[in-house]
């Protein structure tokens, strides 16, 4: 099943999004995949095809400023989680999703949580993949550098800090081909380091991190937790406390796994994702 990209100007904004739609009519309910911080919905370039496969529409957007996407200047766009919240609305309204399953992974990914927050009559269910998900949760300082005053200005302007940073979250290293894809956009224009930047500088996490660590405890969903317990930035307390406080969840431990699960761990993580998701209108 091959994967298909597209464009679309929402407002002011272009988004790009990589989908594969099964072949004929299915009944399941559409997944909506979210990437993390200096990641792409290319991240997600072995799961999508394989929902499509089991009869499952999946979208995969690239954030504002992110992968190619339109990258504004901070004067048009905060770079908040409340501007991303709301960019994402449109998108979602514009593809006409009214229900679906959300997934997301890494920083970036809690703002698709506060958005499941403010939107929980359109979220079917819910799968996480080594998100910050609790107060205890810190910007890693080597994506907090990248903020920096001077220094954050002059990293951020470097394409091989997407190499350092999914290597050195995942673990392990990523073949070339695949950094290709990841470096473009940093290759093309100097605002793909200035979104970077806006971003980090405006996560606001631990205000983030107070909704979601509060708000999920009334969270009637279900949610399924897949945890790379290598991760060097979010340990897994963090997701065990997450899943003893919030009713409905299932939190699996993925061995050998660091921060970006869905990097090269496709596999294992489809054996429970899978069918976690094939839920139809009806249900």
């Known amino acids: 099943m091959s994967i298909k990209e597209h464009k679309i100007k929402i407002d002011s904004l272009e988004w790009f999004y990589r989908e594969s739609s099964p072949i004929g009519r299915s009944d399941l309910l559409p997944v909506l995949l979210l990437h993390g911080i200096v990641s792409q919905s290319y991240s997600w370039r072995n799961i999508i095809p394989a929902l499509a496969n089991q009869g499952t529409r999946a979208i995969a957007p690239d954030w504002i400023g992110y992968g190619f996407s339109a990258k504004p200047e901070k004067r048009d766009f905060a770079y908040t989680p409340d501007a991303f919240i709301t960019a994402l609305e449109g998108f979602i309204?514009?593809?006409e999703l009214e229900r679906f399953s959300l997934v997301v992974q890494g920083f970036l990914g809690s703002v698709g949580l506060q958005y499941a927050l403010r939107h929980p009559e359109q979220i079917a269910n819910l799968a996480i993949l080594n998100t910050p998900i609790s107060t205890?949760?810190?910007?890693?300082w080597?994506?907090?550098q990248m903020g920096l005053p001077l220094a954050g200005e002059i990293m951020t302007q470097d394409p091989l800090l997407v190499d350092r940073t999914l290597e050195g979250g995942s673990r392990y290293r990523i073949e070339d081909q695949?950094?290709?894809v990841?470096?473009?956009p940093f290759l093309k224009t100097s605002a793909s380091g200035r979104g970077l930047l806006s971003t980090i500088r405006n996560l606001k996490l631990d205000l983030a991190m107070s909704e979601i660590e509060s708000d999920f405890k009334q969270w009637q969903q279900p949610i399924l937790i897949q945890w790379g317990m290598i991760d060097p930035w979010l340990?897994?307390?963090i997701a065990q406390n997450f899943a003893d406080s919030v009713p409905n969840v299932e939190l699996i431990k993925l061995n050998n796994v660091g921060h970006y699960p869905q990097e090269h761990y496709h596999e294992v993580i489809l054996e429970d994702l899978l069918p976690f998701v094939r839920r139809s209108e009806s249900k």
């Open 93 to 95: 309204q514009a593809l």
């Open 136 to 140: 205890a949760a810190k910007l890693p």
């Open 142 to 144: 080597k994506i907090k």
């Open 178 to 180: 695949d950094l290709d």
């Open 182 to 184: 990841y470096r473009k």
């Open 235 to 237: 340990s897994i307390d």
